[in-house]
């Protein structure tokens, strides 16, 4: 296995396993996802039964870093995701998470924001000072003798060559410097569109070998008698590395290997195939590409941002010169995670001949923010606007007053306006245009602040900072705060104005005091260290009633004396006038810190008596454990024997802080004395109390925490959390099943309460489990459709054909049926019958329904996802013929038939919608997309 391992970022112990999103979108347990990926990847060095990553390994907390959620496709399933891994996170549960993420839209989020343990960072780019130090090293890797001269030379050129966002982006500057290494003495490309070009023709050659490769790869399949095939794959590799490319980028769920062995078998000549069982040796090839890595038996990009470049180039390559569909790209530059795909396809359309980039850039000016930003990111990519189109754009980016700007999705946003304006280096008219807005007051102050940092970026570094000096000296404190922070990032070297300033704001009078700590931190950092213990101790002594300032200043204290300041800490806190009841949360934990523990436990007594903010309590807790251990652990039952609830009851979650330090007798204790109080109106803690007994316990809770239950008619949340966490703890069928059995029974239970219940059975009892369940489900008062479509998967996992089949035939039979319901129907009987009988699912399926446009290309793509195009051909024919559907996504049908060797039926469906069709619009449509199928004889 792996070591539990703790670090400064984490001190708790936690054993690290890492998983892609795409990992997770299974309706599988998650503990079983984990176990899953585990195997897939190799992560571990010996098989580790699935049931082990539902408990703690060996006392403490798995950490899971879920990566990549970005390159999900779906929103839909990123939802799915995202929700799975919100029922996972608690307070000392079993998981910590870490996920990372291009930014996504704020509404997909909300199954997280009311996690009160989850926090949410933005990690920043590059800044000067990062972008020398990380240019010093690379060079200096390179063997070169004095890196420092050829670092700054480096970061010169990639201000003039049109690169100024890869000064903030480690990977673009990764790729900017590899390039230079590659090529010394070359200029690099202007753009990012060309840089990405450049880089991905040199990773293509970049081993010295390639060649080599390559030969000895047609040399070993010679010997087999298949060096046809050899050849074939060597010429068509490139167009294999682009077909995976847009499977990547539409859905990350499909395992590349799989869809290129798939590609292989519908493209290769008919007197070719690719033999059986020789994938891993298709990865190896395919790995020769650049852009792919074979690790494990998967295959992947090695950055999502390839994947879509290649996508968008082979996009762009089969959009026509009038862009049709132009107004559904547009669209989804509202989310994040689409926009790099939409900036690759629009630059490298606009470079193809005979392609007017007008058309797309009035197509953006035309709309919000957002797409005049896209916009101005073609010019900073390299696209070649013409000086007049060039000078419109940043005219109506740089236009701040919009009225649809003011809307509330729009606040702040002038200084990322402003930030993606930096890139433009030299260009005159934007310069004077920053400094107008530097200069002119009455403005934002913080919007001035951009603005001449901007114009040290655009125009003259030496002039922007000096009227960032002239602001700081004359803003109020935040506006002085504000232009350190421009001050440090464009010229670090320069300390003594940023501390002559952020003295001047310690000492400002009516600076609030979180200001003033800010300035004391930074002076700290910069090793200005006089008088800043002595401001900390005036913060503690005073008059402020801010927890988190006071919180702050002692910390920041700690730091700079470490426990030697406890005496000055106590006199400090003594000496306060007035305290009220968050402060004493605050200084408690102080005094806590600096080992004051008689001082503390009156504040800390107050503060569980009193306090309805759990996050205060919990704090004080823990600073109390962390230095008296198991004596603290005791004093708190003795402290909670006589508390009283008012407002709501913290002894659940305190007893979780006791048995996640190790104090599982007291944890019980706890418990208990929560459980045995008899006022009702405390008594909807039940779910939390038997999370927290479980965990002080383990699976020997099992009988005391149902009983408990019952005797106080908990409700179905509550005996769902219980059976959660004792299948976590690693109880028996016998503790488990009549948990198991009340959700199921229970006519109030949720969808995923009962099909958590249903698991227990199948997997415990699976003689019966089935019939119990589908009698417990007719039982209920409603619910049915959706919860037989969250059931399939479920029943098709553990091989209930005849169940799949019947409640799939009930679902198509219901005049309601929705996407969602069909989707599950179609894949539970794939799971149930094999993939052989995709063409005999679809006619079913076909024959049951009448398909809407929507359901067609619902079920189209997810059978192009699972790898069966031929299945998914008569739905992109209807797809492709339907009037109704965007001409966008027709477009994309006929790509999919393409690609899928299917030409001959798009033309037929074409050719008889034709016939059958009289509206003039829909025939000129019709014409084209068979003009595209069926090129005239002589097109290029």
């Known amino acids: 296995m792996v070591a539990a391992v703790a670090t400064e970022s984490c001190r708790e112990a936690v054993v690290p396993l890492r998983v892609t999103a795409t990992d997770l979108q299974t309706r599988r347990p998650f503990y079983q996802q984990l176990s899953d990926a585990a195997g897939r990847t190799g992560t571990l060095r010996s098989a580790v039964p699935a049931d082990r990553f539902a408990v703690r390994p060996h006392g403490v907390r798995w950490l899971v870093i879920v990566d990549g959620l970005d390159e999900v496709a779906s929103p839909d399933d990123r939802k799915l995701i995202l929700n799975n891994l919100a029922r996972e996170i608690r307070p000392h549960g079993a998981f910590r998470l870490l996920i ?36 010093e090293r690379w060079f200096a890797a390179q063997g070169v003798d004095d890196p420092a001269p050829e670092a700054r030379a480096f970061l010169e050129e990639v201000g003039h060559a049109g690169l100024g966002e890869v000064l903030q982006v480690p990977l673009l500057t990764t790729i900017a410097a590899a390039h230079r290494s590659r090529n010394p003495g070359a200029p690099l490309p202007r753009g990012r569109v060309a840089l990405y070009e450049q880089f991905l023709a040199d990773v293509a050659t970049a081993r010295e070998s390639a060649d080599a490769v390559d030969k000895a790869f047609r040399s070993r399949w010679e010997r087999r008698g298949q060096g046809r095939l050899a050849q074939w794959l060597l010429d068509h590799r490139d167009r294999l590395v682009t077909h995976l490319a847009r499977i990547r980028t539409t859905s990350a769920s499909a395992p590349l290997l799989d869809a290129a062995v798939r590609w292989l078998a519908t493209t290769l000549p008919a007197d070719l195939a690719w033999p059986d069982g020789a994938g891993e040796e298709l990865g190896q090839f395919l790995m020769q590409s650049g852009a792919l890595v074979h690790d494990h038996g998967e295959l992947f990009f090695l950055h999502l941002s390839f994947a879509e470049f290649l996508a968008a180039r082979d996009e762009a390559a089969r959009i026509p010169a009038d862009f049709p569909g132009l107004d559904d790209w547009a669209v989804e530059i509202r989310s994040p995670s689409s926009r790099n795909r939409v900036l690759f396809t629009f630059a490298l359309w606009a470079r193809r001949p005979g392609h007017d980039v007008t058309l797309v850039v009035r197509h953006l000016l035309a709309g919000d923010l957002d797409h005049r930003i896209m916009a101005l990111r073609l010019i900073t990519s390299g696209v070649q606007l013409g000086e007049a189109l060039e000078e419109a754009v940043i005219e109506r980016v740089v236009d701040l007053g919009h009225d649809s700007d003011h809307l509330d999705r729009y606040h702040g946003r002038g200084r990322q306006v402003l930030r993606e304006l930096s890139q433009l280096r030299g260009n005159r008219r934007l310069a004077a245009t920053l400094r107008r807005i530097a200069e002119t007051d009455g403005l934002n102050a913080s919007l001035r602040i951009g603005a001449a940092a901007a114009y040290a970026e655009v125009a003259s570094l030496s002039e922007g900072v000096a009227l960032l000096q002239d602001f700081g000296r004359r803003l109020p404190v ?141 704090d004080v807790v823990h600073g109390w454990l962390d230095q008296e251990g198991e004596k603290a652990a005791d004093g708190l039952v003795e402290l909670l024997r006589g508390y009283e609830v008012w407002n709501s009851d913290g002894r659940p979650s305190m007893a979780m802080d006791l048995a996640g330090a190790g104090y599982r007798r007291q944890a019980a204790e706890v418990v208990r004395l929560s459980l045995h109080d008899p006022d009702p109106d405390t008594r909807h803690n039940l779910g939390l109390e038997a999370m927290a007994l479980i965990r002080a316990l383990g699976p020997e809770s099992a009988d005391e925490v149902l009983g408990w239950l019952d005797r106080n008619r908990a409700t179905t949340d509550s005996y769902a959390i219980a059976l959660r966490d004792l299948t976590e703890a690693g109880a028996k069928a016998g503790n488990l099943l009549p948990l198991a059995r009340r959700l199921l029974c229970h006519p109030g239970s949720t969808h995923s309460e009962f099909t958590s219940a249903a698991r227990v059975l199948l997997r415990f009892v699976p003689e019966k489990a089935c019939a119990e369940v589908l009698a417990a489900l007719r039982d209920r008062p409603y619910g049915g459709p959706a919860l037989r479509a969250a059931l399939l998967p479920l029943l098709a996992e553990y091989g209930e054909s005849a169940a799949v089949h019947t409640l799939g035939q009930e679902l198509l039979a219901d005049p309601g049926l929705v996407d969602r319901e069909l989707q599950a129907v179609v894949t539970a009987w794939l799971t149930v019958e094999g993939r052989e009988a995709a063409a005999e699912v679809m006619n079913r399926v076909r024959t049951a329904v009448r398909l809407t446009a929507d359901q067609a290309v619902s079920l189209a793509t997810l059978l192009t996802v699972e790898g069966q195009p031929d299945a998914a051909a008569p739905f992109w024919c209807q797809v492709t013929t339907d009037p109704e559907t965007g001409v966008e996504t027709r477009w994309r049908a006929i790509q999919e038939l393409l690609a899928s060797g299917n030409a001959a039926r798009a033309e037929q469906a074409l050719r008889t919608a034709l016939a059958a069709s009289r509206a003039s619009g829909e025939v000129l449509l019709l014409r084209r997309l068979l003009a595209w199928v069926c090129p005239p004889t002589g097109s290029v």
């Open 100 to 135: 990372t993420s291009r930014p996504l839209p704020q509404d997909e989020l909300t199954p997280l924001r009311d996690q009160p343990p989850l926090g949410f960072y933005t990690l920043t780019g590059f800044d000067s000072v990062q972008q020398l130090a990380f240019a």
């Open 478 to 618: 935040e506006g002085a705060l504000e232009c350190c922070r421009e001050l440090e990032a464009l010229a670090p070297a320069e300390t003594e104005f940023r501390a002559r300033l952020l003295s001047d704001v310690l000492a400002a009078p009516t600076a609030s005091s979180w200001s003033r700590l800010t300035a004391a931190e930074e002076l700290a950092a910069l090793g200005r260290t006089d008088g800043l213990a002595e401001f900390a101790c005036s913060v503690l002594a005073g008059s402020e009633e801010n927890g988190g300032t006071l919180k702050r200043a002692g910390q920041f204290w700690f730091e700079l004396e470490g426990p030697s300041a406890a005496p000055r800490v106590r006199a400090a806190v003594a000496g306060r006038t007035c305290t009220r009841d968050w402060a004493k949360a605050a200084l408690a934990h102080v005094l806590f810190l600096f080992g004051l523990v008689e001082e503390a436990l009156p504040l800390l007594a107050h503060t569980i008596e009193n306090s309805a903010d759990d996050e205060s309590i919990d």
